[in-house]
Protein backbone atom coordinates (compact mmCIF):
# COMPACT_ATOMS: atom_id res chain seq x y z
CA UNK A 1 0.00 0.00 0.00
CA UNK A 2 2.68 2.48 0.93
CA UNK A 3 4.75 1.55 -2.01
CA UNK A 4 1.63 2.73 -4.37
CA UNK A 5 1.07 5.69 -2.38
CA UNK A 6 4.93 6.33 -2.78
CA UNK A 7 5.01 5.62 -6.37
CA UNK A 8 1.55 7.97 -6.91
CA UNK A 9 3.88 10.98 -5.58
CA UNK A 10 6.94 10.13 -7.80
CA UNK A 11 4.50 11.43 -10.64
CA UNK A 12 3.95 10.45 -14.38
CA UNK A 13 6.74 8.05 -15.87
CA UNK A 14 7.20 8.12 -19.68
CA UNK A 15 4.92 5.11 -20.27
CA UNK A 16 1.95 6.81 -17.91
CA UNK A 17 2.50 10.05 -20.35
CA UNK A 18 2.00 7.72 -23.51
CA UNK A 19 -0.82 6.36 -22.39
CA UNK A 20 -2.35 9.43 -21.53
CA UNK A 21 -1.55 10.76 -25.17
CA UNK A 22 -2.84 7.64 -26.68
CA UNK A 23 -6.32 8.08 -24.64
CA UNK A 24 -6.27 11.67 -25.28
CA UNK A 25 -6.38 11.01 -29.06
CA UNK A 26 -8.62 8.56 -28.85
CA UNK A 27 -10.95 10.60 -26.93
CA UNK A 28 -10.69 13.56 -29.40
CA UNK A 29 -11.19 11.86 -32.46
CA UNK A 30 -14.37 10.10 -30.63
CA UNK A 31 -15.79 13.42 -29.70
CA UNK A 32 -14.88 15.67 -32.35
CA UNK A 33 -17.46 14.78 -34.68
CA UNK A 34 -20.20 15.65 -31.73
CA UNK A 35 -18.60 18.90 -31.53
CA UNK A 36 -18.57 19.83 -34.95
CA UNK A 37 -22.28 18.96 -35.45
CA UNK A 38 -22.93 21.58 -32.52
CA UNK A 39 -20.83 24.26 -33.81
CA UNK A 40 -22.75 23.90 -37.51
CA UNK A 41 -26.19 23.75 -36.42
CA UNK A 42 -25.20 27.11 -34.75
CA UNK A 43 -23.45 28.86 -37.55
CA UNK A 44 -24.59 31.60 -39.53
CA UNK A 45 -24.69 31.18 -43.29
CA UNK A 46 -23.12 34.21 -44.48
CA UNK A 47 -20.05 33.57 -41.77
CA UNK A 48 -19.32 29.94 -42.46
CA UNK A 49 -19.55 30.86 -46.27
CA UNK A 50 -16.08 32.71 -46.00
CA UNK A 51 -13.99 30.20 -44.31
CA UNK A 52 -12.60 26.98 -45.86
CA UNK A 53 -12.34 25.52 -42.50
CA UNK A 54 -14.89 26.01 -39.73
CA UNK A 55 -13.63 24.94 -36.66
CA UNK A 56 -14.37 27.31 -34.00
CA UNK A 57 -18.34 28.74 -32.75
CA UNK A 58 -17.20 31.83 -34.49
CA UNK A 59 -21.24 32.98 -35.11
CA UNK A 60 -24.08 32.28 -33.01
CA UNK A 61 -27.68 31.93 -34.99
CA UNK A 62 -30.51 29.99 -34.31
CA UNK A 63 -32.37 30.12 -37.60
CA UNK A 64 -31.89 26.12 -37.97
CA UNK A 65 -33.64 25.15 -34.64
CA UNK A 66 -36.58 27.53 -35.53
CA UNK A 67 -36.80 25.95 -38.54
CA UNK A 68 -36.85 22.33 -37.33
CA UNK A 69 -39.06 23.05 -34.32
CA UNK A 70 -41.92 24.90 -36.46
CA UNK A 71 -41.45 21.86 -39.07
CA UNK A 72 -45.21 19.90 -38.44
CA UNK A 73 -43.54 16.65 -39.19
CA UNK A 74 -40.73 16.62 -36.94
CA UNK A 75 -43.45 17.23 -34.35
CA UNK A 76 -45.81 14.28 -35.06
CA UNK A 77 -42.85 11.82 -35.68
CA UNK A 78 -41.13 13.17 -31.83
CA UNK A 79 -44.45 12.46 -30.09
CA UNK A 80 -44.66 8.79 -32.07
CA UNK A 81 -41.35 8.52 -30.87
CA UNK A 82 -42.24 9.52 -27.14
CA UNK A 83 -45.51 7.39 -26.72
CA UNK A 84 -43.24 4.30 -28.14
CA UNK A 85 -40.44 5.17 -25.43
CA UNK A 86 -43.04 5.79 -22.80
CA UNK A 87 -45.55 2.98 -23.30
CA UNK A 88 -42.01 0.89 -24.40
CA UNK A 89 -40.37 1.22 -21.58
CA UNK A 90 -43.39 0.35 -19.40
CA UNK A 91 -44.23 -2.79 -21.89
CA UNK A 92 -40.36 -4.36 -21.20
CA UNK A 93 -40.04 -3.49 -18.07
CA UNK A 94 -42.93 -5.26 -16.52
CA UNK A 95 -42.47 -8.25 -18.49
CA UNK A 96 -38.42 -8.23 -18.04
CA UNK A 97 -38.70 -7.79 -14.33
CA UNK A 98 -41.49 -10.12 -13.63
CA UNK A 99 -39.98 -13.14 -15.83
CA UNK A 100 -36.10 -12.50 -14.72
CA UNK A 101 -37.59 -12.62 -10.95
CA UNK A 102 -39.49 -16.02 -11.70
CA UNK A 103 -36.33 -16.80 -13.81
CA UNK A 104 -34.35 -16.50 -11.29
CA UNK A 105 -35.86 -19.15 -8.69
CA UNK A 106 -33.26 -22.17 -8.91
CA UNK A 107 -36.43 -24.69 -7.61
CA UNK A 108 -38.91 -23.96 -9.78
CA UNK A 109 -39.44 -27.07 -12.03
CA UNK A 110 -38.92 -26.53 -16.03
CA UNK A 111 -36.57 -22.95 -15.60
CA UNK A 112 -33.61 -25.03 -16.77
CA UNK A 113 -35.66 -25.47 -20.00
CA UNK A 114 -36.64 -22.27 -19.80
CA UNK A 115 -33.56 -20.73 -19.63
CA UNK A 116 -31.94 -22.90 -22.38
CA UNK A 117 -35.03 -22.02 -24.73
CA UNK A 118 -33.95 -18.37 -24.20
CA UNK A 119 -30.39 -18.25 -24.83
CA UNK A 120 -30.93 -20.57 -27.84
CA UNK A 121 -32.51 -17.41 -29.30
CA UNK A 122 -29.64 -15.39 -28.83
CA UNK A 123 -27.60 -17.41 -31.58
CA UNK A 124 -30.26 -18.99 -34.00
CA UNK A 125 -33.14 -17.02 -35.30
CA UNK A 126 -36.12 -17.45 -38.46
CA UNK A 127 -34.38 -14.89 -40.04
CA UNK A 128 -36.78 -11.51 -41.46
CA UNK A 129 -39.11 -13.07 -44.05
CA UNK A 130 -40.38 -14.93 -41.19
CA UNK A 131 -40.50 -12.40 -38.81
CA UNK A 132 -42.32 -10.68 -41.03
CA UNK A 133 -44.79 -12.64 -41.82
CA UNK A 134 -45.71 -13.50 -37.96
CA UNK A 135 -45.78 -9.94 -37.64
CA UNK A 136 -48.23 -9.58 -40.45
CA UNK A 137 -50.41 -12.13 -39.40
CA UNK A 138 -50.30 -10.62 -35.52
CA UNK A 139 -51.81 -7.71 -37.56
CA UNK A 140 -48.94 -5.68 -36.24
CA UNK A 141 -47.69 -4.02 -39.59
CA UNK A 142 -48.21 -0.34 -39.69
CA UNK A 143 -48.92 -0.26 -36.06
CA UNK A 144 -47.29 1.54 -33.37
CA UNK A 145 -47.45 -1.47 -31.18
CA UNK A 146 -44.80 -2.90 -33.49
CA UNK A 147 -42.07 -0.76 -32.08
CA UNK A 148 -43.41 -1.38 -28.38
CA UNK A 149 -44.42 -5.17 -28.21
CA UNK A 150 -42.24 -7.31 -30.27
CA UNK A 151 -39.10 -4.88 -29.62
CA UNK A 152 -39.83 -5.17 -26.19
CA UNK A 153 -37.45 -7.75 -24.72
CA UNK A 154 -34.03 -8.26 -24.85
CA UNK A 155 -32.69 -10.99 -23.82
CA UNK A 156 -29.25 -9.79 -23.15
CA UNK A 157 -30.85 -7.44 -20.35
CA UNK A 158 -33.12 -10.47 -18.92
CA UNK A 159 -30.36 -12.36 -18.29
CA UNK A 160 -28.57 -9.74 -16.76
CA UNK A 161 -31.16 -8.89 -14.50
CA UNK A 162 -32.09 -12.64 -13.62
CA UNK A 163 -28.38 -12.95 -12.52
CA UNK A 164 -28.69 -10.17 -10.46
CA UNK A 165 -31.87 -10.83 -8.55
CA UNK A 166 -30.46 -14.70 -8.41
CA UNK A 167 -27.61 -12.66 -6.34
CA UNK A 168 -30.34 -11.43 -3.45
CA UNK A 169 -30.19 -13.65 0.16
CA UNK A 170 -33.52 -15.41 0.24
CA UNK A 171 -33.20 -13.81 3.57
CA UNK A 172 -34.97 -10.98 2.54
CA UNK A 173 -38.22 -13.41 1.33
CA UNK A 174 -38.32 -15.55 4.05
CA UNK A 175 -39.49 -13.53 6.73
CA UNK A 176 -42.29 -12.49 4.25
CA UNK A 177 -43.17 -15.65 3.56
CA UNK A 178 -43.73 -16.13 7.16
CA UNK A 179 -46.17 -13.52 7.42
CA UNK A 180 -48.21 -15.46 4.56
CA UNK A 181 -47.18 -12.79 1.57
CA UNK A 182 -47.17 -14.46 -1.84
CA UNK A 183 -44.34 -14.17 -4.39
CA UNK A 184 -45.59 -11.14 -6.18
CA UNK A 185 -46.73 -9.11 -3.12
CA UNK A 186 -42.52 -10.15 -2.10
CA UNK A 187 -41.76 -9.21 -5.51
CA UNK A 188 -43.60 -5.99 -5.50
CA UNK A 189 -43.17 -4.57 -1.89
CA UNK A 190 -39.66 -6.26 -1.13
CA UNK A 191 -37.28 -6.66 -3.67
CA UNK A 192 -38.34 -4.08 -6.45
CA UNK A 193 -37.55 -0.96 -3.54
CA UNK A 194 -34.20 -2.43 -2.53
CA UNK A 195 -33.25 -2.92 -6.12
CA UNK A 196 -34.26 0.31 -7.66
CA UNK A 197 -31.38 1.62 -8.66
CA UNK A 198 -30.72 -1.61 -10.89
CA UNK A 199 -33.80 -1.37 -12.20
CA UNK A 200 -33.94 2.07 -12.94
CA UNK A 201 -30.54 1.42 -15.20
CA UNK A 202 -32.09 -1.28 -17.35
CA UNK A 203 -35.36 1.46 -17.45
CA UNK A 204 -32.77 3.88 -18.96
CA UNK A 205 -31.48 1.45 -21.33
CA UNK A 206 -35.11 0.38 -22.83
CA UNK A 207 -35.89 4.20 -23.22
CA UNK A 208 -32.67 4.63 -25.00
CA UNK A 209 -33.50 1.76 -27.25
CA UNK A 210 -36.87 2.23 -27.74
CA UNK A 211 -35.66 6.66 -28.75
CA UNK A 212 -33.57 5.23 -30.74
CA UNK A 213 -35.85 2.56 -32.75
CA UNK A 214 -35.43 2.42 -36.28
CA UNK A 215 -35.53 -1.04 -37.87
CA UNK A 216 -38.92 -1.93 -37.27
CA UNK A 217 -40.34 1.46 -38.69
CA UNK A 218 -38.50 1.03 -41.79
CA UNK A 219 -39.46 -2.82 -41.79
CA UNK A 220 -43.20 -2.29 -40.90
CA UNK A 221 -44.71 1.13 -40.61
CA UNK A 222 -44.79 2.85 -44.19
CA UNK A 223 -48.08 4.94 -42.58
CA UNK A 224 -46.36 8.69 -42.36
CA UNK A 225 -48.24 9.51 -39.28
CA UNK A 226 -46.90 6.43 -37.42
CA UNK A 227 -43.28 6.96 -38.23
CA UNK A 228 -41.06 7.84 -35.45
CA UNK A 229 -38.46 10.86 -34.63
CA UNK A 230 -35.57 7.99 -36.48
CA UNK A 231 -37.27 7.80 -39.46
CA UNK A 232 -37.64 11.86 -39.71
CA UNK A 233 -34.16 11.95 -38.94
CA UNK A 234 -32.89 9.26 -41.73
CA UNK A 235 -34.99 11.75 -44.48
CA UNK A 236 -33.23 14.77 -42.92
CA UNK A 237 -29.79 13.27 -42.69
CA UNK A 238 -29.37 11.16 -45.84
CA UNK A 239 -31.99 10.12 -48.16
CA UNK A 240 -34.44 13.09 -48.65
CA UNK A 241 -32.94 16.92 -50.15
CA UNK A 242 -36.47 16.83 -50.78
CA UNK A 243 -37.37 17.46 -47.44
CA UNK A 244 -34.35 19.89 -46.08
CA UNK A 245 -35.08 22.39 -49.39
CA UNK A 246 -38.47 22.73 -48.47
CA UNK A 247 -37.09 23.23 -44.91
CA UNK A 248 -34.91 25.96 -46.37
CA UNK A 249 -37.21 27.32 -48.52
CA UNK A 250 -40.07 27.86 -45.98
CA UNK A 251 -37.31 29.53 -43.47
CA UNK A 252 -35.92 31.78 -46.69
CA UNK A 253 -39.53 33.00 -47.57
CA UNK A 254 -40.46 33.52 -43.84
CA UNK A 255 -36.81 35.30 -42.62
CA UNK A 256 -35.32 36.23 -46.02
CA UNK A 257 -32.68 34.64 -44.27
CA UNK A 258 -30.40 32.52 -45.86
CA UNK A 259 -29.80 28.69 -44.22
CA UNK A 260 -26.69 26.67 -44.41
CA UNK A 261 -28.47 23.38 -45.10
CA UNK A 262 -25.73 20.96 -43.46
CA UNK A 263 -26.71 23.55 -40.18
CA UNK A 264 -30.55 22.50 -40.54
CA UNK A 265 -29.70 18.36 -40.15
CA UNK A 266 -26.99 19.54 -37.50
CA UNK A 267 -29.87 21.05 -35.45
CA UNK A 268 -32.32 18.12 -36.05
CA UNK A 269 -29.75 15.72 -34.72
CA UNK A 270 -29.03 18.26 -31.72
CA UNK A 271 -32.22 18.29 -31.01
CA UNK A 272 -33.06 14.71 -31.04
CA UNK A 273 -29.87 14.11 -29.04
CA UNK A 274 -31.22 16.09 -26.24
CA UNK A 275 -33.03 13.33 -24.02
CA UNK A 276 -30.45 10.78 -24.25
CA UNK A 277 -27.60 13.63 -23.30
CA UNK A 278 -30.01 14.10 -20.05
CA UNK A 279 -30.24 10.80 -19.16
CA UNK A 280 -26.43 10.09 -20.16
CA UNK A 281 -25.22 11.14 -16.57
CA UNK A 282 -27.49 8.49 -14.91
CA UNK A 283 -26.62 5.49 -17.43
CA UNK A 284 -23.00 6.23 -17.01
CA UNK A 285 -23.11 6.30 -13.52
CA UNK A 286 -25.32 2.74 -12.93
CA UNK A 287 -23.90 0.56 -16.04
CA UNK A 288 -20.43 -0.87 -14.76
CA UNK A 289 -22.00 -1.60 -11.61
CA UNK A 290 -25.08 -2.91 -13.26
CA UNK A 291 -23.04 -5.53 -15.62
CA UNK A 292 -20.62 -6.38 -12.86
CA UNK A 293 -23.49 -7.83 -11.10
CA UNK A 294 -24.95 -9.76 -13.22
CA UNK A 295 -21.73 -11.08 -15.39
CA UNK A 296 -22.90 -12.98 -18.34
CA UNK A 297 -22.73 -16.20 -16.62
CA UNK A 298 -24.88 -17.06 -14.12
CA UNK B 1 -41.72 -50.77 -5.12
CA UNK B 2 -40.57 -48.74 -8.13
CA UNK B 3 -43.95 -47.70 -9.25
CA UNK B 4 -44.54 -46.48 -5.43
CA UNK B 5 -41.52 -44.24 -5.90
CA UNK B 6 -42.53 -42.98 -9.26
CA UNK B 7 -45.81 -41.78 -7.79
CA UNK B 8 -44.34 -39.91 -4.99
CA UNK B 9 -41.79 -38.06 -7.04
CA UNK B 10 -44.70 -37.32 -9.54
CA UNK B 11 -46.25 -35.90 -6.22
CA UNK B 12 -43.43 -33.80 -5.42
CA UNK B 13 -42.94 -32.46 -8.36
CA UNK B 14 -46.78 -31.16 -8.21
CA UNK B 15 -46.42 -30.30 -4.71
CA UNK B 16 -43.02 -27.93 -5.78
CA UNK B 17 -44.80 -26.70 -8.67
CA UNK B 18 -47.93 -25.62 -7.01
CA UNK B 19 -45.37 -23.41 -5.02
CA UNK B 20 -44.11 -22.13 -7.49
CA UNK B 21 -47.66 -21.01 -9.06
CA UNK B 22 -46.58 -17.21 -8.81
CA UNK B 23 -43.60 -17.43 -10.75
CA UNK B 24 -45.04 -19.47 -13.30
CA UNK B 25 -47.05 -16.92 -13.76
CA UNK B 26 -44.53 -14.15 -13.98
CA UNK B 27 -42.70 -15.95 -16.36
CA UNK B 28 -45.62 -16.39 -18.24
CA UNK B 29 -45.38 -13.01 -20.54
CA UNK B 30 -41.72 -13.61 -21.38
CA UNK B 31 -42.39 -17.55 -22.58
CA UNK B 32 -45.40 -16.29 -24.91
CA UNK B 33 -43.13 -13.37 -25.90
CA UNK B 34 -40.11 -15.62 -27.09
CA UNK B 35 -42.97 -18.21 -28.66
CA UNK B 36 -44.47 -15.33 -30.70
CA UNK B 37 -41.33 -13.50 -31.89
CA UNK B 38 -38.41 -15.87 -31.43
CA UNK B 39 -39.81 -19.64 -32.80
CA UNK B 40 -43.16 -18.43 -34.59
CA UNK B 41 -40.17 -17.58 -37.17
CA UNK B 42 -38.34 -20.45 -36.72
CA UNK B 43 -41.08 -22.95 -37.21
CA UNK B 44 -41.33 -19.82 -40.60
CA UNK B 45 -37.92 -21.15 -41.72
CA UNK B 46 -40.09 -24.27 -43.58
CA UNK B 47 -40.81 -21.16 -45.86
CA UNK B 48 -37.52 -21.86 -47.53
CA UNK B 49 -38.54 -25.79 -48.72
CA UNK B 50 -41.79 -23.84 -49.70
CA UNK B 51 -42.99 -21.78 -52.52
CA UNK B 52 -44.71 -18.66 -51.09
CA UNK B 53 -47.52 -17.44 -52.22
CA UNK B 54 -49.97 -15.13 -50.00
CA UNK B 55 -53.29 -16.64 -49.52
CA UNK B 56 -51.64 -19.70 -47.69
CA UNK B 57 -48.98 -18.08 -46.08
CA UNK B 58 -46.71 -19.78 -43.77
CA UNK B 59 -48.38 -22.90 -43.55
CA UNK B 60 -49.92 -23.35 -46.26
CA UNK B 61 -47.66 -22.45 -49.06
CA UNK B 62 -46.72 -25.43 -50.85
CA UNK B 63 -43.67 -27.99 -50.54
CA UNK B 64 -40.90 -27.80 -53.19
CA UNK B 65 -38.45 -29.44 -51.23
CA UNK B 66 -34.26 -28.01 -51.98
CA UNK B 67 -35.01 -26.45 -55.05
CA UNK B 68 -34.30 -23.16 -53.54
CA UNK B 69 -31.08 -23.92 -52.47
CA UNK B 70 -30.26 -24.98 -55.71
CA UNK B 71 -30.82 -21.70 -57.09
CA UNK B 72 -28.60 -20.00 -54.49
CA UNK B 73 -25.73 -21.70 -56.01
CA UNK B 74 -26.45 -19.78 -59.47
CA UNK B 75 -27.30 -16.53 -57.32
CA UNK B 76 -24.19 -13.56 -58.05
CA UNK B 77 -26.06 -11.30 -55.96
CA UNK B 78 -26.02 -13.94 -53.04
CA UNK B 79 -22.42 -15.04 -53.71
CA UNK B 80 -21.20 -11.37 -53.27
CA UNK B 81 -23.27 -10.34 -50.35
CA UNK B 82 -22.33 -13.77 -48.43
CA UNK B 83 -18.86 -12.56 -49.19
CA UNK B 84 -18.91 -9.75 -47.80
CA UNK B 85 -21.04 -11.00 -45.10
CA UNK B 86 -18.20 -13.20 -44.18
CA UNK B 87 -15.03 -10.21 -44.64
CA UNK B 88 -16.78 -7.78 -43.15
CA UNK B 89 -17.66 -9.87 -40.03
CA UNK B 90 -14.31 -11.37 -39.57
CA UNK B 91 -12.43 -8.32 -40.11
CA UNK B 92 -14.56 -6.62 -37.73
CA UNK B 93 -13.85 -9.74 -34.98
CA UNK B 94 -10.35 -9.09 -35.69
CA UNK B 95 -9.84 -6.07 -35.39
CA UNK B 96 -12.51 -4.76 -33.08
CA UNK B 97 -12.80 -8.14 -30.48
CA UNK B 98 -9.39 -7.29 -28.93
CA UNK B 99 -9.56 -3.32 -28.97
CA UNK B 100 -11.85 -3.05 -26.31
CA UNK B 101 -9.56 -5.66 -24.41
CA UNK B 102 -6.44 -3.50 -25.03
CA UNK B 103 -8.68 0.03 -23.99
CA UNK B 104 -10.04 -1.83 -20.65
CA UNK B 105 -6.02 -2.36 -19.79
CA UNK B 106 -4.85 1.39 -20.33
CA UNK B 107 -7.68 3.11 -19.14
CA UNK B 108 -7.07 0.54 -15.61
CA UNK B 109 -3.67 1.75 -15.74
CA UNK B 110 -4.61 4.55 -14.64
CA UNK B 111 -5.03 4.75 -10.70
CA UNK B 112 -6.62 8.06 -10.77
CA UNK B 113 -10.08 7.81 -10.79
CA UNK B 114 -10.97 11.10 -12.44
CA UNK B 115 -9.19 10.55 -16.02
CA UNK B 116 -10.44 6.79 -15.60
CA UNK B 117 -13.80 8.43 -15.40
CA UNK B 118 -13.22 11.02 -17.90
CA UNK B 119 -12.24 8.35 -20.81
CA UNK B 120 -15.14 6.26 -19.90
CA UNK B 121 -17.20 8.89 -20.18
CA UNK B 122 -16.29 10.08 -23.59
CA UNK B 123 -15.74 6.63 -25.22
CA UNK B 124 -19.00 5.19 -24.15
CA UNK B 125 -21.05 8.12 -24.96
CA UNK B 126 -21.63 7.14 -29.13
CA UNK B 127 -22.94 3.86 -28.13
CA UNK B 128 -26.17 5.28 -26.77
CA UNK B 129 -26.63 7.59 -30.40
CA UNK B 130 -28.63 5.80 -32.99
CA UNK B 131 -26.77 4.61 -36.28
CA UNK B 132 -29.31 6.57 -37.74
CA UNK B 133 -27.88 9.94 -36.53
CA UNK B 134 -24.07 8.83 -36.68
CA UNK B 135 -24.86 7.76 -40.34
CA UNK B 136 -25.86 11.20 -40.67
CA UNK B 137 -22.50 12.81 -39.34
CA UNK B 138 -20.44 10.76 -40.73
CA UNK B 139 -22.14 11.87 -44.01
CA UNK B 140 -22.11 15.06 -43.64
CA UNK B 141 -18.31 15.19 -42.07
CA UNK B 142 -17.23 13.09 -44.84
CA UNK B 143 -18.81 15.08 -47.41
CA UNK B 144 -17.49 17.24 -50.21
CA UNK B 145 -17.62 20.32 -47.86
CA UNK B 146 -17.50 18.40 -44.39
CA UNK B 147 -14.53 19.28 -42.47
CA UNK B 148 -12.70 16.58 -43.12
CA UNK B 149 -12.38 17.82 -46.36
CA UNK B 150 -11.62 20.88 -45.42
CA UNK B 151 -8.48 20.01 -43.43
CA UNK B 152 -7.25 17.66 -46.33
CA UNK B 153 -7.71 21.09 -48.69
CA UNK B 154 -6.06 22.87 -46.54
CA UNK B 155 -3.01 20.72 -45.65
CA UNK B 156 -2.74 20.58 -49.75
CA UNK B 157 -4.28 17.16 -50.19
CA UNK B 158 -6.84 15.89 -52.10
CA UNK B 159 -10.04 15.64 -50.94
CA UNK B 160 -11.59 12.38 -50.39
CA UNK B 161 -15.06 10.26 -50.26
CA UNK B 162 -14.81 6.34 -48.68
CA UNK B 163 -18.35 6.48 -48.64
CA UNK B 164 -18.72 6.18 -52.43
CA UNK B 165 -15.32 4.63 -52.91
CA UNK B 166 -14.90 0.78 -52.99
CA UNK B 167 -11.25 0.89 -51.46
CA UNK B 168 -12.51 2.05 -48.52
CA UNK B 169 -15.53 1.87 -47.35
CA UNK B 170 -15.25 -1.68 -45.07
CA UNK B 171 -12.43 0.06 -43.88
CA UNK B 172 -15.18 3.20 -42.63
CA UNK B 173 -17.33 0.07 -41.52
CA UNK B 174 -14.55 -1.20 -39.05
CA UNK B 175 -13.56 2.30 -38.02
CA UNK B 176 -17.21 3.62 -37.47
CA UNK B 177 -17.79 0.81 -35.64
CA UNK B 178 -14.91 0.64 -33.24
CA UNK B 179 -15.74 4.49 -32.97
CA UNK B 180 -19.37 3.82 -31.56
CA UNK B 181 -18.48 0.66 -29.53
CA UNK B 182 -15.14 0.57 -28.23
CA UNK B 183 -15.90 2.18 -24.78
CA UNK B 184 -18.75 0.16 -24.38
CA UNK B 185 -17.36 -2.79 -25.10
CA UNK B 186 -14.60 -1.64 -22.99
CA UNK B 187 -16.62 -1.43 -20.02
CA UNK B 188 -17.16 -5.42 -19.16
CA UNK B 189 -13.25 -5.99 -19.14
CA UNK B 190 -13.37 -3.15 -16.98
CA UNK B 191 -15.16 -4.71 -14.47
CA UNK B 192 -13.45 -8.06 -15.13
CA UNK B 193 -10.30 -5.86 -13.89
CA UNK B 194 -12.05 -4.10 -10.78
CA UNK B 195 -12.52 -7.26 -9.74
CA UNK B 196 -9.23 -8.46 -9.65
CA UNK B 197 -7.78 -8.32 -5.36
CA UNK B 198 -5.45 -4.86 -5.30
CA UNK B 199 -3.20 -6.78 -2.54
CA UNK B 200 -2.44 -9.28 -6.04
CA UNK B 201 -0.94 -5.99 -7.40
CA UNK B 202 0.69 -4.84 -4.54
CA UNK B 203 2.25 -8.27 -3.32
CA UNK B 204 3.75 -8.51 -7.03
CA UNK B 205 5.54 -4.76 -6.77
CA UNK B 206 7.16 -5.58 -3.77
CA UNK B 207 8.50 -8.44 -5.43
CA UNK B 208 9.86 -6.13 -8.09
CA UNK B 209 7.30 -7.27 -11.03
CA UNK B 210 7.46 -4.58 -13.29
CA UNK B 211 4.54 -3.24 -15.28
CA UNK B 212 4.08 -6.18 -18.02
CA UNK B 213 5.13 -8.24 -15.60
CA UNK B 214 2.10 -7.76 -13.74
CA UNK B 215 -0.38 -7.61 -16.68
CA UNK B 216 0.96 -11.32 -17.90
CA UNK B 217 0.16 -12.41 -14.07
CA UNK B 218 -2.23 -10.81 -12.80
CA UNK B 219 -4.07 -8.53 -15.10
CA UNK B 220 -4.76 -10.95 -17.84
CA UNK B 221 -5.62 -14.20 -15.65
CA UNK B 222 -7.85 -12.27 -14.16
CA UNK B 223 -10.18 -11.19 -17.07
CA UNK B 224 -9.45 -14.12 -19.01
CA UNK B 225 -12.33 -16.08 -18.58
CA UNK B 226 -14.65 -13.00 -19.11
CA UNK B 227 -12.78 -12.90 -22.75
CA UNK B 228 -12.92 -16.93 -23.33
CA UNK B 229 -17.03 -16.11 -22.87
CA UNK B 230 -17.03 -12.94 -24.69
CA UNK B 231 -15.39 -14.17 -27.77
CA UNK B 232 -17.63 -16.79 -28.05
CA UNK B 233 -20.82 -14.58 -27.98
CA UNK B 234 -18.87 -12.69 -30.66
CA UNK B 235 -18.06 -15.28 -32.98
CA UNK B 236 -21.78 -16.55 -32.39
CA UNK B 237 -23.74 -13.09 -33.37
CA UNK B 238 -21.01 -12.11 -35.91
CA UNK B 239 -22.59 -12.56 -39.31
CA UNK B 240 -25.63 -10.63 -37.51
CA UNK B 241 -24.08 -8.20 -35.81
CA UNK B 242 -20.71 -7.98 -37.34
CA UNK B 243 -21.96 -6.89 -40.57
CA UNK B 244 -24.93 -4.80 -38.81
CA UNK B 245 -27.90 -4.32 -40.95
CA UNK B 246 -28.39 -1.30 -39.38
CA UNK B 247 -25.01 0.03 -39.60
CA UNK B 248 -24.66 -1.02 -43.14
CA UNK B 249 -27.90 0.17 -44.69
CA UNK B 250 -27.33 3.70 -43.41
CA UNK B 251 -24.20 3.96 -44.60
CA UNK B 252 -24.35 2.41 -48.08
CA UNK B 253 -25.33 3.49 -51.49
CA UNK B 254 -25.34 1.80 -54.77
CA UNK B 255 -21.47 3.27 -55.64
CA UNK B 256 -20.20 0.55 -52.93
CA UNK B 257 -22.72 -2.56 -53.06
CA UNK B 258 -20.17 -4.50 -54.60
CA UNK B 259 -18.02 -4.43 -51.34
CA UNK B 260 -20.68 -3.81 -49.04
CA UNK B 261 -24.14 -5.83 -49.85
CA UNK B 262 -24.44 -7.97 -47.25
CA UNK B 263 -26.86 -10.97 -46.25
CA UNK B 264 -28.93 -9.05 -44.15
CA UNK B 265 -29.32 -5.99 -46.54
CA UNK B 266 -29.73 -7.91 -49.36
CA UNK B 267 -32.69 -9.90 -48.41
CA UNK B 268 -34.50 -6.57 -47.13
CA UNK B 269 -33.72 -5.10 -50.61
CA UNK B 270 -34.60 -8.07 -52.82
CA UNK B 271 -37.80 -8.78 -50.98
CA UNK B 272 -39.44 -5.12 -50.08
CA UNK B 273 -37.77 -2.95 -52.85
CA UNK B 274 -37.46 -5.23 -55.81
CA UNK B 275 -40.12 -7.63 -54.49
CA UNK B 276 -38.21 -11.28 -54.78
CA UNK B 277 -40.17 -14.37 -53.83
CA UNK B 278 -40.63 -14.98 -50.05
CA UNK B 279 -39.48 -18.34 -50.09
CA UNK B 280 -36.21 -17.65 -51.51
CA UNK B 281 -35.62 -15.26 -49.19
CA UNK B 282 -36.48 -16.86 -46.59
CA UNK B 283 -33.37 -20.07 -47.55
CA UNK B 284 -31.29 -17.02 -47.83
CA UNK B 285 -31.67 -16.11 -44.30
CA UNK B 286 -31.44 -19.90 -43.07
CA UNK B 287 -28.27 -20.38 -44.31
CA UNK B 288 -26.94 -17.12 -42.60
CA UNK B 289 -29.10 -18.43 -39.34
CA UNK B 290 -27.14 -22.13 -39.42
CA UNK B 291 -23.69 -21.04 -39.82
CA UNK B 292 -23.81 -18.62 -37.19
CA UNK B 293 -25.49 -21.47 -35.21
CA UNK B 294 -22.15 -23.74 -36.32
CA UNK B 295 -19.56 -21.06 -35.68
CA UNK B 296 -21.10 -20.47 -32.43
CA UNK B 297 -20.56 -24.29 -31.69
CA UNK B 298 -16.82 -24.25 -33.09
CA UNK B 299 -16.19 -21.40 -30.90
CA UNK B 300 -17.65 -22.91 -27.58
CA UNK B 301 -15.65 -26.11 -28.75
CA UNK B 302 -12.49 -24.58 -29.22
CA UNK B 303 -12.33 -21.87 -25.89
CA UNK B 304 -13.32 -25.49 -24.19
CA UNK B 305 -10.06 -27.09 -25.46
CA UNK B 306 -8.13 -24.41 -24.17
CA UNK B 307 -8.85 -25.16 -20.77
CA UNK B 308 -11.63 -22.80 -20.22
CA UNK B 309 -15.12 -22.71 -19.35
CA UNK B 310 -17.60 -22.44 -22.24
CA UNK B 311 -21.05 -21.10 -23.17
CA UNK B 312 -22.62 -24.56 -22.13
Given at each position: MKLTEAKKKKGLSPFDIAVYIVLGLLSLITFFPFYNVLIISIAKFEVISQH???????SFDLTAYKVILSDGKFWSSAINTVIVTVAGVLFSMAISVTGAYALSKKGMPGRNGMLTLILFTMFFNGGLIPFYLIIKDLGLVNNILVMIIPAGLNTFYLIIMKNYFGTLPESLEESAKLDGANDLYILFKIILPISAPFIATFGLFYAVERWNEWWYALIFISDSAKTPLQIYLRETLITSNQLLNTLAQQAADSDSSKVYTPALQMATIVISSVPILMVYPFLQKHFAKGILVGSIKG | MQSGEKVRTSRNLWKTMLQHKYFYLMVLPVLIWYALFAYGPMYGVTLAFKTFDYSGGIWGSPWIGFEHFQKLWSDADFHTAFKNTIIISLMKLLINFPMPIILAILINEFSRKTAKRFFQTVLTFPHFISWVVLAGIITIILSRDGVVNQVLMVFGFDPISPLTDSDSFRPLLYFTHMWREVGWDSIIYLAALAGINPELYEAAEMDGANRFKRLLHIAWPGMKSTVAILLILHVGQMLTQGASFVQIFNLYSSPVYGVADVVDTYIYRTSFQVGGDFGYMTAVGLIKSVISLVLLVVANTIVKRMGEEGLY
Open positions: NLYLLPL | -
